[in-house]
């Protein structure tokens, strides 16, 4: 997380500045510009660029350069694509392309975490993972989460999964109890909650094929035989692997396109609700950006409704509607992305945005304003 981060990057800081050199591998451009006084940009195998920080991020010579800065997620790209889909040197407001418009409605309640608190042990002396935490999530909406390790994000999403029981509070999905309820009377709904995990890989079963393990969705809601794999196909097309992938097993695509399967699979049911816990954290920033406007795409054709869970800020900034600020179990701050990232009105927040790492602000120049 940013303030483990910045304790790390203190201790690298210091053994520098007592003399050590430091060679640091990299695709986090924010790092790299902290430390580095020199960089050298790679891309297959080749040295494209290298000199001084302040020159090669400030004024990127080679298109990979400029490709890698313009995917970053920065205030000012928000609302367009960050994977350079107007080619590799794209860099102006002019070049850049608009995600699709979302269709929020807000008076269609897909989520509502009521009160919801949770202790691990069965000792109600210790701390709990959840501290009465109350929240919900509308038809189309992308909802942030945000906070240290430890602060009950994923506590939030097993218990929002089903997957964990919260000692009190209720959860509610679709209009209907989902905590509390025996998992026989969940089984039926659960086609309609996905998740898109932080490592892929892990959660598929290595004997399946790309097609077995998209179409295994498709069961829970009785679509089989030529229709499933037509859907499988189309599937696959609109997650940008194609029917050339439909044979292959995991263990044969690399990790952006193994979260793309992910996706794929989420989606394949039509889900209400997509629960994204750090589904970006092991990417490089090229992969990252393809696959976060990926998620844009396909939230704006299915109009589904998105958790998104991360450590990262920028990322949730770039992606959430609304977010939420948790700390030690508690949620100490929510409100629409724009006004709590600009405005923090709690010290906790700010203490987490005065720990996010930036790029100098010379490599964001030309990046367009926000849009509407």
Not at 150 to 178: E, F
Not at 202 to 212: I, L
Not at 350 to 371: E, V
């Amino acid at each position: 997380d940013m303030t483990v981060q910045r304790q790390i990057l203190s201790l690298l800081r210091a053994r520098r500045d007592a003399g050590d050199a430091l060679l640091l591998i990299s695709h986090d451009l924010a790092v790299v510009a902290e430390l580095a006084d020199r960089v050298l940009v790679m891309r297959a195998g080749r040295i494209v660029e290298e000199g001084p920080t302040r020159d090669v991020l400030g004024r990127p010579a080679h298109p990979y350069t400029r490709q890698l800065l313009a995917a970053i997620p920065v205030p000012a790209s928000r609302g367009y694509r960050l994977s350079g889909d107007a080619g590799p040197g794209a860099a102006t407001a002019e070049a850049r392309v608009a995600l699709p418009a979302k269709q929020i409605v807000d008076d269609v309640r897909v989520l509502s975490v009521e009160a919801v608190t949770k202790r691990y042990g069965g000792d109600d002396s210790a701390p709990p993972a959840v501290d009465d935490v109350s929240f919900s999530l509308a038809k189309g909406e992308t909802l942030g989460i945000v906070g240290e390790s430890g602060s009950g994000k994923s506590t939030v999403a097993r218990i929002v999964l089903g997957l964990t029981t919260p000692d009190s509070g209720r959860v509610t999905l679709d209009g209907q109890p989902w905590s509390g309820v025996p998992e026989s009377a969940r089984r039926h709904r659960r086609a309609g909650l996905q998740l898109i995990a932080q490592d892929p890989y892990s959660s598929f079963d290595p004997r399946y094929t790309v097609g077995q393990l998209i179409g295994e969705s498709l069961d829970a809601v009785g679509i089989r035989g030529d229709a499933r794999r037509r859907r499988v196909l189309q599937l696959l097309d609109e997650v940008r692997l194609g029917a050339g992938c439909y044979d292959r097993y995991p263990r044969e695509l690399s990790g952006g396109q193994r979260q793309r399967v992910a996706i794929a699979r989420a989606f394949a049911p039509n889900p209400a609700l997509l629960v994204a816990d750090e589904p970006v954290s092991a990417l490089d920033v090229s992969i990252q950006a393809q696959v976060l406007d990926l998620l844009a795409d396909m939230q704006s054709e299915h109009g589904t409704a998105m958790l998104f869970i991360s450590h990262d800020l920028g990322v949730v900034h770039h992606v959430a509607d609304r977010v939420l600020v948790m700390q030690r179990g508690r949620l100490v701050e929510s409100g629409p992305v724009e006004r709590v990232f600009t405005a923090p009105t709690h010290p906790y927040t700010a203490s987490l945005l005065d720990a996010l790492l930036k790029l100098p602000k010379s490599a964001q120049q030309g990046q367009p304003a926000t849009s509407a």
